[in-house]
């Protein structure tokens, strides 16, 4: 009984942290903090190539 109790407790404190990272984005992205989906893309080729390349130089 008491993990469920404990299990519930957990499971609101991840939905409040959730709501609270959820209402962020929301701020951020009315603010026009955005990143159009082409600049992510780009980012993350980066991203991938130098781990490609850390990988291939093992």
């Known amino acids: 009984m008491?993990?469920?109790v404990k299990g519930q407790a957990?499971?609101?404190d991840y939905d409040a942290w959730?709501?609270?990272?959820?209402?962020?984005a929301l701020a951020?992205?009315?603010a026009g903090l955005v990143l159009e989906s082409e600049e992510v893309e780009r980012?993350?080729?980066a991203r991938r190539a130098e781990t490609l390349r850390k990988i291939g130089n093992q």
């Open 2 to 4: 008491r993990d469920s």
């Open 10 to 12: 957990e499971a609101g």
């Open 18 to 24: 959730f709501r609270q990272e959820v209402d962020k």
């Open 28 to 30: 951020s992205a009315d």
């Open 43 to 45: 980012r993350f080729a």
